[in-house]
């Protein structure tokens, strides 16, 4: 069982930065596929940004270039810093760890991006 909390959401302006943070317990992360995705009202879940036991990211097309994912293996925490965020980018983030075909997500955090 692994148990994810998220947090670091609120609201910002366009252009701002926030970093989102999953903190993980029950187990280890560090051979889970971590990933952080994202639902806005009447829009499907996406994925935003990838992170596996290896070390390879990958980022939706949308967000590349101002989305960065880590992971803090001695924390058990994984993070996703967004900059240059724009309103579209508002929605309520989620956190995801994978492994075979086991599945646990946290709660999501609301990030509203407004002036």
């Known amino acids: 069982q692994v148990q994810l909390v998220e947090s670091g959401g609120g609201l910002v302006q366009p252009g701002g930065s926030l970093t989102l943070s999953c903190a993980a317990s029950g187990t280890t992360i560090s051979l889970f596929t971590m990933g952080w995705y994202r639902q806005a009202p009447g829009k499907q879940r996406e994925l935003v940004a990838l992170?596996?036991?290896?070390?390879?990211?990958d980022y939706v097309d949308s967000v590349k270039g101002r989305f960065t994912i880590s992971r803090d293996g001695a924390k058990n925490m994984l993070y996703l810093q967004m900059n240059s965020l724009k309103p579209e980018d508002a929605a309520v983030y989620y956190c995801?760890?994978?492994?075979?075909?086991?599945?646990?997500w946290g709660q999501g955090t609301q990030v509203t991006v407004s002036s």
């Open positions: 992170s596996t036991s290896g070390g390879s990211t």
């Open positions: 995801k760890a994978q492994l075979g075909g086991r599945a646990y």
